[in-house]
């Protein structure tokens, strides 16, 4: 953040963000992992991609995690009342379309990437720490 509590002036630019997100974890390594349709059928439980954990989710389950690691960047949708989606005559409570980035490690790497990850927030984003709040 600069002096006045405020992002810097690309902050405001996602694509910039997501950008700078892609080159720093190339450069630390990480494999990228391609984006998917938000139609695409991963999940038989949800209509669409709501999180690239979707599409991370069989790599995950099956245990091919790279030792480098992964990221991506995906396009999520995300809605409620999904059963009425199709039926003109419910409104929907809320829907949302946001760009997601992701990252995911083997256990024994998993220090890295939060070293990694705090490092792009502050140094490359320029957010404060007493900002960030991880879980």
Known sequence: MNKDNTFRSH????SL???????YFKEAGLKQLASVAITEKLDKSVRFI???ISVMKP?????RIPQSGL?????CIR???VSGLLDVETTPEY????????ALTSYDQLGNLFEQTG?????????????????
């Open 119 to 135: 490092v792009y927030l502050t140094d490359k984003l320029g957010i404060n720490t007493e900002d960030l709040y991880g879980r």
């Open 95 to 102: 829907g949302s379309f946001f760009t997601a980035m992701c």
């Open 17 to 23: 963000v997501t950008s700078e997100y892609e080159s």
């Open 71 to 75: 990221f991506m960047i995906q396009n």
């Open 59 to 63: 790599i995950l389950m099956e245990d």
């Open 50 to 52: 709501g999180a690239p």
């Open 11 to 14: 902050d405001s630019n996602p």
């Open 79 to 81: 809605t409620a009342n």
